[in-house]
T-cell receptor, first 110, second 113 residues
Framework: GENVEQHPSTLSVQEGDSAVIKCTYSDSASNYFPWYKQELGKRPQLIIDIRSNVGEKKDQRIAVTLNKTAKHFSLHITETQPEDSAVYFCAAVRTDKLIFGTGTRLQVFP | ETGVTQTPRHLVMGMTNKKSLKCEQHLGHNAMYWYKQSAKKPLELMFVYSLEERVENNSVPSRFSPECPNSSHLFLHLHTLQPEDSALYLC????????????FGSGTRLTVV
């Protein structure tokens, strides 16, 4: 089955800096890779996703890159703001199952 | 509200109690899921329902019993739970199983005493 590893588990950055979170997956048949943001006490919310036929996708300050050969994908947040502080989960979907990474706690200090 | 509603938000139950968690989605989705979120662990998929039919049971103990009476409602019946079952239980739905784009409910914070 699919296994998703996520690093780092915690990340602290200064406001305005960039943050990068990396995930690797094991099943080459996985074809959809969403990223979720979960603020304290709230539900996970989809912030960006990428499909296997695309190498990069950007939405304002957030971007995701996918390297199918190496089976890894990354979330990039530029010009970080305190409201970006949350736990971020990557996930990989193969056919019908969404498998999550272990999460990264991002703290953005003013 | 995102269209997926879970009740109750918080639940404290004894190990001999029987309770149920409820999930309702108003998005017209065809697939619904139960996930368990424990501290320092990834979100664990428990059950998958597609068009009201259970299509996956990820080795979940029988003390958790799901029910999907229609495509809009999903229940998780709980009985004789253990303290280690304390966690946040999240319901999610998607248009279909293959497309992703899951929408999560706010979860039920369950404490077993």
């Amino acid at each position: 089955g699919e296994n998703v590893e996520q690093h780092p588990s915690t990340l602290s950055v200064q406001e305005g800096d960039s943050a990068v979170i990396k995930c690797t997956y094991s099943d080459s048949a996985s074809n959809y890779f969403p990223w979720y943001k979960q603020e304290l006490g709230k539900r996970p919310q989809l912030i960006i996703d990428i499909r296997s036929n695309v190498g990069e996708k950007k939405d304002q300050r957030i971007a995701v890159t996918l390297n199918k050969t190496a089976k890894h994908f990354s979330l990039h947040i530029t010009e970080t703001q305190p409201e970006d502080s949350a736990v971020y989960f990557c996930a990989a979907v193969r056919t019908d199952k969404l498998i999550f990474g272990t999460g990264t706690r991002l703290q953005v200090f003013p | 509200e995102t269209g997926v509603t879970q009740t109750p938000r918080h639940l404290v139950m004894g190990m001999t109690n029987k309770k149920s968690l409820k999930c309702e989605q108003h998005l017209g989705h065809n697939a619904m899921y139960w996930y368990k979120q424990s501290a320092k662990k990834p979100l664990e998929l428990m059950f998958v329902y597609s068009l009201e039919e259970r299509v996956e049971n990820n080795s979940v103990p029988s003390r958790f019993s799901p029910e999907c009476p229609n495509s809009s409602h999903l229940f998780l019946h709980l009985h004789t739970l253990q303290p280690e079952d304390s966690a946040l239980y999240l319901c999610a739905s998607s248009q279909d199983r293959a497309r992703g784009g899951y929408t999560f409910g706010s979860g039920t914070r369950l404490t077993v005493v």
